[in-house]
């Protein structure tokens, strides 16, 4: 009985140590995470961020939230999560991979501790699911162009391109897809559409002169700007106007900015995977948990009210929902007016909610 007692009271701290992590070990992956980064075509760096941005969990700035991963607890395990599934789930790769990195020798095996026991029940399904979006091409094998460089750096990029000679910003539009044209072969078959959806290449930017290089002249309008009640909301620059992938950029003063997306054949690849024209379950489930909408036809009718401390909570993701299914007077006056509905209330389903409009605001 001693025996055991005396097991229990040496379990107990090594059990509570693998539960969490050791600012040492925090600051350290934080750290490296961050010069890993910067280097910009690093194979797991450029993996794990593609999932951050993927999946939401490195907001909309995904280039500085990289920087500085301590800053939150939920993002660090998000990073180390996509580290482990870009190492096949094994632990031994881990390892290497984090020595690869340069974390100190001290924080190697606590980091691999951690991640491999909390993950441990998702290892089947990462590892399946990495072998999809490679297959798929969601994440290319090839290194390119993939992470927009932080704002603090000079190089010539897709992302940053104020400044930069015709040359040099030329390289970055064809290392980005841009500007937006399908080139067609002498027998009139169109080529491969190889421009680069990915919406991160706009977050980074601080001046609408960057979307003009980055897609085109010939592609971007200023045009007057609405916020999701039809008020005036200053000007836009809109990309590709009047087409499918229409997007609208509002700059401010602060360098924030609104990034707007209403068709529902966009092309766009943005934070969360949410679009237009996607149900409210596939909301719910990427939120985690059911949200409060603003009731239909009143003052922000079908805008989120809240994410309730849902994934999407405090990330900048704004959306207007409407109703496809209104035949029914008594089942949609019951989600009209001034009051609120949860996005899993028994009669929403049947009501048809969808996503009318996404917006992303940065600095939120």
């Not at 400044?163 to 080529?191: C, D, K, L, M, R």
């Not at 909301?283 to 009731?295: D, L, M, Y």
């Not at 899993?344 to 389903?349: F, N, R």
Request: aromatic fraction near 8%; charge should be neutral.
């Amino acid at each position: 009985m001693k025996r055991f007692l005396l097991l229990l009271v040496i379990s107990l701290p090594l059990a509570a140590s693998a539960q969490k992590l050791t600012e040492s070990a925090i600051d350290d992956i934080s750290e490296k995470m961050a010069a890993t980064f910067l280097k910009l075509n690093d194979p797991a760096l450029v993996f794990v961020t593609e999932q951050m941005s993927r999946s939401g969990a490195g907001g909309l700035e995904i280039d500085k939230t990289m920087q500085d991963l301590k800053k939150d607890p939920a993002t660090i395990d998000a990073a180390l999560k996509f580290l482990y599934q870009y190492s096949d789930c094994d632990r031994q790769t881990f390892i290497a991979n984090l020595r690869a990195m340069d974390i100190k020798s001290g924080n190697v095996f606590p980091i691999a501790t951690y991640t491999v026991n909390k993950y441990k029940n998702e290892a089947k399904d990462l590892t399946e699911e990495k072998a999809t979006l490679y297959k798929s091409g969601a994440i290319p094998k090839a290194i390119t162009l993939m992470v927009a460089p932080p704002a603090n750096t000079n190089q010539a990029t897709a992302a940053n391109l104020d400044g930069a000679p015709p040359a040099a910003a030329q390289a970055a539009q064809q290392a980005a897809g841009a500007p937006a044209t399908i080139n067609t072969t002498a027998a009139g078959v169109e080529s491969a559409d190889t421009r680069n959806w990915d919406v991160r290449l706009v977050f980074g930017m601080t001046k609408p002169d960057q979307l003009l290089d980055l897609y085109g002249k010939q592609n971007v309008e200023l045009r007057d700007a609405t916020d999701f009640d039809g008020n005036d909301a200053g000007k836009a620059w809109v990309v590709y106007p009047d087409t499918e992938n229409e997007m609208a950029v509002v700059f401010y003063k602060d360098s924030t900015k609104t990034i707007t997306f209403g068709q529902e054949n966009a092309k766009w690849r943005a934070p969360f995977g949410i679009k237009p024209g996607d149900p409210i379950d596939k909301v719910q489930k990427v939120n985690g948990r059911g949200f409060r909408i603003n009731g239909f036809e009143w003052t922000n009718g079908g805008t989120v009210q809240s994410y309730d401390g849902g994934q999407l909570d405090n990330k900048g993701v704004h959306l207007l929902f409407r109703a496809l299914n209104t035949g029914d007077p008594k089942l949609y006056d019951s989600f009209t007016g001034e009051k609120s509905f949860r996005s899993d209330a028994s009669g929403v389903k049947k009501l048809g909610v969808i996503v009318e409009k996404v917006q992303f605001r940065t600095g939120e």
